[in-house]
């Protein structure tokens, strides 16, 4: 659609003629065309949207599926090269986030230090790097002082870090959820860097999305979350195996009426290219992260990608329905039948 478009096809898939649309919300009949007007969905009940850029769901890459603890900053740098130039960055991805494993110790001032042999040029000049390739960069620490690979996470550590990422240039923070000392209310560390990040976009416009692990109780958590976070992870870990995919994917419906613009259930990063899923199980894949208005991140070996990898995560149609802002602000499609 052109910048002068005023109308959108909405939930239509013409890869896949024997899919059936379920028209149990009253969404526009065939064609499904739709007016689009110049009213802004609702801010929804936590307050005013986040700044503009944060409220569809975030596409980029994540380290840890392919890489695991095996990282580097020429490995980031790659990754890095190859979003700007293998078509992704013109479809929307955008995030180079490092997993697990970068940070060894804290300075005497408490400050992160990443591992000096993996990261010499320091964190800062591998942002630098990345936002060289107008890409955006991320980061990943634990609420918890341990994070799942026995690494210092942010437990008292809160405003420092925010201060630290917000000097480094951090786009993008997932807070895991794993060992060691943790806060009594989850809410806490949480509640610690959103104002660390808040203080940072006020002084420098820059926006930083907020990941964070866990929430799955609409009636709980599910209350309060999207006043503390961007998106929020609702599972476990999942597995390349089509098993762990359908697990995930039917997971998701109880927690659909807490998305919104801005803020979006994450059933986990995509498997997208890794070994365990046949090719037709990775397409269903990429089409149900992008119906539930998931989070893309990308997790499979960049640098190698084959063509029919990319050619699942850059399918034009798929992501325009990922990135719609739904009707009446709904970003979440639900399962209806199995």
């Keep these: 659609l052109g910048p002068d478009a005023d109308i959108v096809v909405r939930y239509a898939w013409l890869d896949f003629v024997e899919c059936v649309l379920y028209n149990g919300a009253d969404l526009p009949l065939g064609p499904f065309v739709q007016a689009l007007g110049t009213q802004q969905p609702p801010a929804g009940a936590h307050g005013s949207p986040p700044p503009v850029g944060s409220r569809r769901p975030p596409m980029g890459y994540n380290t840890w599926n392919f890489y695991h603890c095996n990282i580097d900053e020429n490995t980031v740098k790659a990754a890095a090269d190859a979003i700007a130039s293998n078509g992704m960055k ?28 993996r990261f010499p040029s320091g964190m800062k000049a591998l942002a630098d790097y990345v936002h060289s390739k107008g890409l955006k960069f991320g980061v990943y620490t634990s609420r918890t002082s341990l994070t799942c690979q026995k690494r210092p996470g942010a437990y008292l550590h809160e405003e420092i870090d925010a201060a630290t990422y917000c000097e480094w240039g951090v786009d993008y923070l997932k807070i895991d959820s794993c060992g060691g000392s943790d806060w009594k209310e989850a809410n806490t560390s949480w509640t610690l860097f959103k104002k660390g ?45 089509w098993e762990s995919i359908m697990s995930t994917i039917h997971s998701q419906n109880k927690m659909a009426s807490v998305a919104r613009p ?51 995560l850059s399918n034009p149609e798929a992501i325009a329905i990922n990135q719609d802002l739904g009707l009446d602000g709904a970003v979440q499609g639900v399962v209806v039948s199995s």
């Design 90 to 117: 013109e479809v929307g991805y955008e995030y180079v986030n490092i997993d697990d494993c970068w940070m060894v110790e804290r300075h005497p001032n408490g400050s992160a230090q990443p591992d000096p042999v």
């Design 197 to 241: 990040f808040d203080k940072c976009f006020n002084e420098t416009g820059r926006y930083t999305i907020k990941s964070v692990e866990h929430c799955s109780d609409p009636k709980g958590c599910g209350q309060w979350i999207a006043g503390v976070a961007d998106l929020w992870r609702t599972t476990r870990d999942m597995q390349a195996t």
């Design 262 to 312: 801005g803020h979006f259930n994450d059933p986990d990063m995509l498997q997208v290219g890794n070994v365990g899923l046949s090719a037709t199980e990775q397409i269903a894949h990429m089409s149900l992260w992008c119906v539930v208005g998931a989070p893309l991140l990308a997790g499979m070996d960049l640098v190698h990608a084959s063509a029919a990898t990319l050619e699942i």
